[in-house]
């Protein structure tokens, strides 16, 4: 069966080249900047008037439409752009890149998209929504630093762990099952001071999308989302810059020509001081974090275009000499535009990615230090073919070495209880094959198909372990062992992904669209906690752990009114995981040389309705989100086999959103957030076992945590530009949680304290909130 789906949708392709050919045709293309900086421009629409069909321009800012002879006037056209038009006289292939000039009375601007105006209803994409940078500026933030991750925890369909984390969870799905690039290279821990900020820079974030469901054939790996972040490329006109000083940390940005029009350059970097307030205050405690982002690229001509960019991010918290923690991400992606001929468009990329992480503990007798880390290599190549206006293909291949250490403990002393361990390195290569094709079937239909092909190998050099009884985590009793040598092959798993969306227009303001994708994830997160914490380690699909599967329906009707000024959209999805990753209960996860004897796979099943209204245009914009949801797991082995809600499951969220330009000198902004507490393991009772104090569990996340809900307040003062100055300045204002509402994060249980200082036998249940109301100002400046 799932081999027919991919003869199928071969079949159909091969047709629409057909079709595509039979006449002979002329392409024009190019790419579509910013007049001003030079900055590509993503998804700006190109439209041929004669026609009235189009297109738009691709990650890159290019794009290709193919016509038969004749005279045309092609528009371009961006939010917050002069529309421009060019007459074309096509008698042979034609190059026309374009610049548009940015409007000199800044225009409305849209919440959540930067697309069309009514792209809402007439593209193709459901399931996805596009961040603009200058409204997420505009929001509150936690300490005045701008957030995306914040502004996702803000939309349909994506649930929050809690306050102050960048963890989120997307349709039923949990926190590692969400793919997170920055310039295609992956980050496996997204947060800095444990979720107070994320590792995205704002200063430097040229656009970014979020894909819950409908997601196209060249993106793989997760089976809930996919959060793909851009960094701008610089400036490549002139020299520019801009900085931010806050309470907690401070920013700058630095972009430039490198050879005008050519060549340009970005880097910018961010650190915290909290260390310094420490120091200052005769404290020997040292809690920072920093990160910094740069990129280079080159235009040798049209046909050939290089770029490489880097991140770098670390956060260290050290306690006095004896003990202390930090962790990192670190990524490097070199990526090679080149135009083979006027249709056929390639992406080229090489990628590294390393996360690691390492605890330390100064004590002549109990002294260790203890490291774990991921590294990634990929090559990817990903190719555009414009068949004709009606049809876009893409296809390509990715390929990526994947090396695992999940743990070397040292001693730190010679008399250190301690010995060397190390856990078994573990290796993998993950293949991908895919292609994919976008049809404009009619004026009413559009549809969008493809399939990709995972093939994973878990390969050596390790030793693999054979157990009497792999499922029993008390007693496993190893029996036999098999050695396999460096990229031996251990265990292939392979699989089909057939995706599929279509869109139906009722009318001009209205349509309905649905899709379907399957996903399949081959790494694992070792983790039974909710909110994911930089120490916990990941594995690849074993002999004992199998691929996760997903399988998403989803349907949705969406209208925009006035004249584009408001946008609905309504979704309802269904999604089925087989062999979801869970770990068996009091499950032992710390170095544990037979951590394979704890996994336990199932089966989750997540169904939801998503609500969304937003105000595009005026000085009040907006949007109100409302979620109603459940994600529910059903595991052998955990729970005593009962079905249980996952520790994510929040059956409503609420959220509303506004920002209000009142002049050029003030801006304000404001959300509110309601959703009802997420389900979490208490004990029910305790019992004493040899002198000790058990608690006693009855029921998997069988306590829900009260309700949460927050409101926030921001105001954006910029002062009057002097027309000799060459900068310019802005205060940002905001208030964190108003009226001081003291949200639950968890729960635990320690021993009662008695009135005069010491413990009872007896332990009481505590909850453990965050923040209370947090003002904070930040200052910002921009050249």
Same mark, same amino acid.
């Given at each position: ?452 092909l995972s093939i994973f190998q878990n390969i050596g050099d390790q030793t693999v372990y054979i157990y009497e ?6 007693? $496993?009793?190893?029996? !036999?062992? %098999?050695?396999? /040598?460096? +990229?031996? *092959?251990? #265990? ?54 199998? $691929?996760?599967?997903? !399988?998403? %329906?989803?349907? /949705?009707? +969406?209208? *925009?009114? #006035? ?60 949007? %109100? ?159």
């Amino acid at each position: 069966m799932k081999y027919s789906c991919f003869v199928v949708i071969l079949t159909t392709i091969f047709f629409a080249f057909q079709e595509a050919v039979a006449q002979e045709k002329y392409t024009v293309n190019g790419y579509v900047k910013d007049a001003e900086n030079g900055e590509e421009l993503i998804g700006a629409t190109v439209v041929v008037k004669e026609k009235a069909t189009g297109t738009v321009t691709n990650v890159y800012g290019f794009y290709a439409i193919s016509l038969t002879t004749g005279e045309y006037t092609i528009q371009y056209s961006y939010i917050g752009y002069q529309t421009v038009e060019r007459q074309v006289s096509l008698t042979s292939d034609t190059e026309l890149n374009v610049e548009l000039p940015v409007l000199a009375t800044e225009m409305d601007e849209i919440i959540i998209t930067d697309e069309a105006l009514d792209a809402n209803v007439s593209d193709i994409k459901m399931s996805k929504n596009d961040l603009d940078i200058k409204q997420v500026k505009k929001l509150p933030a936690l300490f005045g630093e701008p957030d995306i991750i914040k502004t996702i925890q803000l939309l349909p369909g994506v649930i929050s762990a809690g306050e102050g984390t960048s963890s989120f969870f997307v349709r039923g799905g949990s926190a590692d099952q969400n793919l997170i690039l920055i310039d295609e290279a992956p980050i496996y821990d997204p947060s800095h001071l444990f979720g107070l900020f994320s590792v995205f820079n704002a200063d430097v974030i040229k656009d970014s999308e979020l894909y819950k469901g409908g997601i196209p054939s060249k993106y793989g790996g997760r089976l809930s989302s996919i959060l793909e972040v851009r960094t701008k490329d610089g400036n490549n006109k002139k020299l520019g810059g801009a900085a931010g000083l806050g309470l907690l940390a401070s920013r700058f940005m630095l972009e430039g020509p490198i050879k005008k029009d050519k060549s340009s350059f970005i880097v910018s970097g961010r650190r915290s001081y909290v260390d310094l307030f420490l120091k200052a205050a005769d404290e020997e405690n040292t809690v920072f974090f920093y990160d910094v982002n740069a990129k280079v690229n080159w235009k040798h001509n049209n046909n050939n275009r290089f770029f490489f960019a880097l991140y770098l991010g670390r956060d260290v918290f050290d306690f006095g000499d004896t003990f202390g923690f930090n962790w990192g991400n670190a990524t490097s992606t070199f990526r090679w535009n080149h135009l083979f001929n006027e249709r056929l468009f390639s992406n080229t990329s090489i990628i590294a990615s390393n996360f690691d992480y390492q605890l330390k503990f100064d004590d002549p007798a109990q002294g260790f230090d203890w490291r774990s880390n991921l590294q990634e290599f990929s090559f990817k190549e990903d190719l555009n073919y414009f068949l004709s206006p009606s049809n876009e293909m893409e296809f390509g291949y990715h390929v990526t070495y994947r090396r695992f250490e999940p743990g070397d403990l040292k001693p730190t002393s010679e008399t250190s209880l301690f010995s060397r361990q190390q856990l078994d390195k573990m290796f993998a290569l993950d293949h991908a094959f895919y292609v994919g094709n976008q049809q404009k079937v009619s004026d009413r239909v559009t549809l969008r198909y493809g399939v990709r092909l995972s093939i994973f190998q878990n390969i050596g050099d390790q030793t693999v372990y054979i157990y009497e009884n792999p499922k029993d985590n008390i007693d $496993p009793n190893r029996i !036999d062992s %098999v050695s396999y /040598g460096a +990229f031996e *092959n251990i #265990k292939t798993y392979v699989n089909l992904e057939p995706r599929f969306s279509a869109r139906y227009m009722l009318n001009a303001y209205s349509s309905i669209k649905a899709s379907y994708n399957r996903m399949v994830q081959n790494t694992h997160l070792i983790s039974s906690g909710t909110v994911p914490i930089p120490f916990n380690t990941w594995s690849p699909s074993n002999p004992y752990l199998k $691929p996760q599967l997903a !399988d998403q %329906v989803a349907i /949705g009707y +969406f209208r *925009n009114l #006035k004249d584009n000024s408001y946008e609905f959209s309504s979704e309802v999805y269904y999604k089925d995981v087989q062999n979801v990753t869970d770990f068996a209960d009091n499950a032992q996860l710390f170095f544990n040389r037979d951590l394979v004897t704890e996994y336990r796979q199932g089966t989750s099943q997540a169904y939801g309705l998503e609500l969304m209204v937003q105000k595009k245009k005026g000085d009040l914009t907006g949007f %109100v989100s409302y979620t109603l949801s459940k994600a529910e797991r059903d595991v052998p082995g955990v729970n005593n086999n009962a079905t249980f809600l996952a520790n994510y499951d929040r059956r409503h969220a609420l959220n509303l959103v506004a920002t209000y330009d009142l002049n050029e000198q003030w801006q304000f902004g404001s959300n509110f957030t309601y959703s009802t507490g997420r389900p979490i393991t208490v004990p029910a009772g305790r019992y004493e076992y040899d002198g000790y104090q058990v608690d006693y569990i009855t029921e998997r996340n069988g306590y829900q945590l009260p309700a949460f809900h927050r409101l926030d307040f921001s105001a954006t003062y910029v002062p009057k530009k002097n027309k000799g100055r060459k900068w310019q300045s802005s205060w940002v204002f905001s208030i964190y949680n108003i009226y001081s509402r003291q949200n639950t994060f968890t729960i635990y249980t320690r021993l009662k304290e008695l009135d005069n200082g010491d413990y009872s036998t007896e332990k009481e249940a505590v909850e453990l909130s965050l923040f209370p109301i947090l003002p904070s100002v930040t200052y910002n400046i921009r050249f």
